[in-house]
T-cell receptor, first 108, second 113 residues
Framework: TQLLEQSPQFLSIQEGENLTVYCNSS?????LQWYRQEPGEGPVLLVT?????EVKKLKRLTFQFGDARKDSSLHITAAQPGDTGLYLC????????FGAGTILRVKS | SAVISQKPSRDICQRGTSLTIQCQVD?????MFWYRQQPGQSLTLIAT?????????ESGFVIDKFPISRPNLTFSTLTVSNMSPEDSSIYLC??????????FGQGTRLTVV
């Protein structure tokens, strides 16, 4: 069974700070995805990383896929209150496996 | 991408009763997925609903408790039967595209009293 470990579980930071969320596994994934979920909504896909070593940028968010395709990271530069939410990594094909999630709270 | 409409968005139910959650997709899909989520936590897959066949349930979830219907390629329902307070949770339906990227409904927040 493929498992995804996500850390940290909770982050509370001030507006303007930088942060990194990690997603790790002992298994190789063909791709990994990152989702953000706001209260009262379903998760929304942010990005999919496919190639080992790949780096993708989405405005202030930078996503990286490990060379061995077993891990990924999400880095947010100059966090804003609008970044507040639950961040989930996922992978595994047609029956997705989700990480435990990281609750991010950005205070103004 | 896919647009998913899920209803109700929330409900408060008496223990012992049942609630049926509906999920409508704006395109035809082979598989639809039902998840349970405690607020602020990860998603747990309940079952996969395939059109024209019985749903496939994950370990710990049974058809008698969570019956699923899948009458066509754009619609599915999940019923939470004989509810207890432990069933209080967020229930989400989703579909995946060819790249296994998931699209979710807005969720149903269920409170059992």
């Amino acid at each position: 069974t493929q498992l995804l470990e996500q850390s940290p579980q909770f982050l509370s930071i001030q507006e303007g700070e930088n942060l990194t969320v990690y997603c790790n596994s002992s298994s190789v994934f063909s791709s990994l995805q990152w989702y953000r979920q706001e209260p009262g909504e379903g998760p929304v896909l942010l990005v999919t990383v496919v190639t080992g070593g790949e780096v993708k940028k989405l405005k202030r968010l930078t996503f990286q896929f490990g060379d061995a395709r077993k891990d990924s990271s999400l880095h947010i530069t100059a966090a804003q209150p609008g970044d507040t939410g639950l961040y989930l990594c996922a992978g595994g094909g047609n029956k997705l496996v989700f990480g435990a999630g990281t609750i991010l709270r950005v205070k103004s | 991408s896919a647009v998913i409409s899920q209803k109700p968005s929330r409900d408060i139910c008496q223990r012992g009763t049942s609630l049926t959650i509906q999920c409508q997709v704006d395109s035809q899909v082979t598989m639809m997925f039902w998840y349970r989520q405690q607020p602020g936590q990860s998603l747990t897959l309940i079952a996969t609903a395939n059109q024209g066949s019985e749903a496939t349930y994950e370990s710990g979830f049974v058809i008698d408790k969570f019956p699923i219907s899948r009458p066509n390629l754009t619609f599915s329902t999940l019923t939470v039967s004989n509810m207890s307070p432990e069933d209080s949770s967020i229930y989400l339906c989703s579909v995946e595209d060819e790249g296994f990227e998931a699209f979710f409904g807005q969720g149903t927040r269920l409170t059992v009293v």
